[in-house]
C-alpha cells in the first residue's frame, strides 16, 4: 500500500478548521503532519484536534511534511508559496493565488522554476456533477450563457475576513465562476465589468468561439443557500449547472485523491498554478476595465 502524502497546513483559520484539516488529516491518501499559522494558539488547537504537529516556523513546517496546503489570505500565500515550491513541496493552493497579478505571477512562476505539483482548491471541479456538466458543455455549440455566484457569507459570520471584505466577489468567488465559464464555454479572451464587488458586480465575457457571457457575482445579498447556476444557450437544447443539488462533503474525498496521486506522479492536475495564474489574468481583465 502506498504510504499517504504527509501534509503540512499553513493556516488555522475558520475555513483551514473546516476544510484543509479534516479533508487531509481523514486520509487514507494523505496524512496531516503539521499545523503553522500566525497565531501560535490557533495552530496548536487545530494540530491537536487532529493528531498533528504545532510547527513553531515555516521551515519547521516544511522539515515535517512533503506537501503544503494553504488556507491563508491570499498575499499570505503570495508570500509563502514561493517559499514552499524552492523548499520542494507539493503545493495545494487556494484561490485567487494572490491579490494582485503580479503576486499570482510570482507563485506561478516559483512552481514552475522548482518543477513541483501544484493543485487548486476549486471545490466544485471536484464533484461528478460539475464534470459531467463540463463534459456535456464541450459536445455542444454555445452561443451565451448566463450565470451568478451569490451568497450573504461578507454580511457577518466567520468568513467575512478582512481580505473578503476590502476586496469582494471578484477576487473571492470570480475564480470558481470564471473557471466554469473558461471550461464550459471556452477560453475567454476579454472580460468587462460594472458595479462594485464588495456590493454587486456584473462580468461580460467574450470568448475566442465568438460566445459571450455574462457573470453575476455578490458575497453581500441575503440568500438562504450559496447560488451557483450557469444557464448555457445555443442551437441546442438549454444546459443547466445549478449548484443547489450538489453536496460539497463529497468534492472533498476527490480534492485529497487526486493531490495525493499527483504528487506520487510528480504531474500536476489540469487545475494548477499555471490555471490559477490564468483565472488570475481573467480577474485582472475586469479590474482594469
Known amino acids: 500500500m502506498t504510504a499517504p502524502v504527509g501534509v503540512g497546513l499553513i493556516g488555522a483559520g475558520p475555513w483551514a478548521a473546516a476544510m484543509h484539516a479534516p479533508v487531509l488529516a481523514a486520509g487514507p491518501e494523505t496524512a496531516l ?23 513553531g516556523s515555516v521551515a519547521e513546517l516544511f522539515d515535517r511534511c512533503e506537501a503544503v496546503a494553504f488556507a491563508v489570505p491570499p498575499d ?15 503545493l495545494l493552493l487556494e484561490k485567487p493565488l494572490a491579490l494582485t497579478l503580479d503576486g499570482a ?25 460539475t464534470r459531467a456538466f463540463l463534459a456535456a458543455a464541450r459536445r455542444q455549440p454555445v452561443a451565451g450563457a448566463r450565470s451568478c455566484y451569490l451568497h450573504g457569507a461578507f454580511l457577518g459570520g466567520e468568513l467575512a475576513t478582512q ?20 471550461a464550459a464555454v471556452g477560453p ?13 458586480i456584473e462580468l461580460t465575457c467574450e470568448h475566442d468561439n465568438g ?12 440568500l438562504p443557500r450559496a447560488r451557483t447556476r450557469i444557464e448555457l444557450f445555443g442551437p441546442e437544447e438549454e444546459l443547466v449547472f445549478d449548484s443547489a443539488g450538489i453536496d460539497h462533503d463529497e468534492c472533498r474525498p476527490v480534492l485529497r485523491r487526486e493531490f495525493a496521486a499527483a504528487v506520487r506522479s510528480g504531474h500536476s492536475p489540469e487545475l494548477d498554478a499555471q490555471r490559477g495564474l490564468r483565472l488570475q489574468e481573467l480577474i485582472a481583465m475586469a479590474q482594469e476595465d
Open 163 to 182: 481580505w473578503r471584505v476590502e476586496h469582494g466577489a471578484l477576487l473571492d468567488l470570480g475564480p470558481h465562476l470564471l473557471d466554469l465559464l473558461d
Open 33 to 55: 503532519t503539521a499545523v503553522w499559522a500566525r497565531r501560535p494558539d490557533a495552530a496548536h488547537a487545530l494540530a491537536a484536534r487532529h493528531g498533528a504537529t504545532a510547527a
Open 105 to 129: 505571477r510570482r507563485v506561478a512562476g516559483a512552481v514552475a522554476d522548482a518543477g513541483v505539483v501544484s493543485q487548486l482548491v476549486l471545490t466544485k471541479r471536484y464533484h461528478p456533477a
Open 76 to 90: 499570505v500565500q503570495a508570500e509563502l508559496a514561493p517559499l514552499a515550491a524552492r523548499a520542494g513541496k507539493a
Open 188 to 200: 475567454i479572451v476579454a472580460v468587462r465589468s460594472t458595479g462594485d464587488a464588495r456590493r454587486w
Open 211 to 222: 460566445a459571450v457571457s455574462q457573470a453575476s457575482l455578490s458575497g453581500a445579498v441575503r
